[in-house]
């Protein structure tokens, strides 16, 4: 008789004419979704099969059946996953060639596709807009990279046509890891998103100023510093944004699109906040450091004195 374990905890349920694994998969596979949770994996008495084996494998042959479920982060997070591995493999085969061969071209034209498809699941459960990230802090972003891989993954006969698409695969790696951050923060306890937007609320004279140092910096010929500061500030409001994000998601009976201070947005402020980091990005990308200097001075820490209360609001909003 074949035992089905969910999770290691075992199902107590009879099977209903089922013949063979594949049937009772989908049988069990509707019941998890409707219960709003997602096959992670499986294995076949120990073992892990393809789904497509699953149709040959009789009940009546099968000691056990174990069944791996998880929330749809855990399914996100399994999935990028693999998508990083990926990308780490397709990198240590193409590095130093100049062509591929007909099998190699052949996957990458299933995986490419793949691998953005991954991409932009997690990103609009993420709600980032990918116009307005830039891996590298400068040149394109996460769209412009992801066109590029696709369009380069088809015509790959060349030294020169591997170096470009090896250089965006390196950058789609970076954003990859960016994305782990960020799924990082969304599994947080809503103490902790909390903490971290109470700390951004507490912290924002130094915030305001080490954007400000950055132009300093900048100004007395300081640039490896000022990179550095500028990254670690970008890196805080990363943060920031994805426990916010976080936090609306939690508490999707409050309004967030109307929340408004003085007839401004929130949405509106985060959106200008977005495209002043992108503006940032592509002034060090073209080495204008007068123009960055202004955003940094003037721009930025205006809008982040207009984000502030906004975030106290919401705190207000939460804790009630």
Do not use: C
């Not at 397709?90 to 591929?100: A, I, N, Y």
């Not at 071209?105 to 459960?125: A, Y």
């Not at 721009?299 to 207009?306: G, T």
Request: aromatic share 6%; no cysteine; net charge negative.
């Amino acid at each position: 008789m074949m035992n089905i374990y969910i999770n290691e905890q075992q199902l107590d349920t009879k099977l209903d004419g089922e013949t063979n694994l594949g049937q009772v998969l989908d049988e069990i596979q509707k019941w998890i979704e409707s219960n709003g949770k997602y096959l992670r994996h499986f294995t076949v008495n120990g073992k892990e099969l393809n789904r497509s084996d699953l149709n040959t494998v009789g009940v009546d042959e099968t000691e056990r059946l174990d069944l791996f479920v998880g929330e749809e982060l855990d399914v996100i997070e399994d999935s990028l996953w693999e998508v990083d591995n990926y990308v780490d493999k397709v990198g240590s085969t193409l590095v130093g060639r100049d062509s591929l061969t007909e099998k190699e071209t052949e996957d990458l034209k299933e995986g490419i596709p793949w691998i953005i498809s991954m991409i932009q699941t997690t990103t609009k459960i993420l709600n980032l807009n990918l116009t307005l990230i830039q891996p590298m802090g400068k040149g394109k972003n996460v769209e412009e990279i992801l066109e590029s891989l696709l369009n380069g993954s088809e015509v790959l006969d060349s030294t020169k046509t591997i170096e470009t698409f090896l250089e965006d695969l390196r950058d789609v790696k970076l954003f990859l890891m960016d994305l782990s951050t960020r799924l990082a923060v969304m599994r947080m306890d809503e103490s902790e998103l909390i903490e971290i937007i109470t700390r951004f609320v507490d912290d924002k004279e130094k915030v305001i100023k080490d954007f400000m140092l950055v132009n300093e910096n900048f100004q007395s010929g300081k640039d490896h510093l000022a990179s550095e500061i500028l990254n670690d500030a970008v890196g805080r409001l990363t943060g920031l944004m994805s426990a916010l994000v976080s936090v609306q998601t939690r508490h999707s009976e409050l309004d967030w699109q109307t929340l408004a201070i003085d007839e401004k947005k929130l949405s509106d402020v985060i959106g200008q906040l977005n495209v002043t980091l992108s503006n940032i990005a592509s002034a060090m990308e073209k080495n204008d450091i007068v123009y960055a200097g202004d955003i940094l001075e003037y721009e930025l820490p205006e809008l982040l004195d207009a984000f502030i209360p906004f975030l106290s609001l919401v705190l207000e909003r939460v804790t009630v």
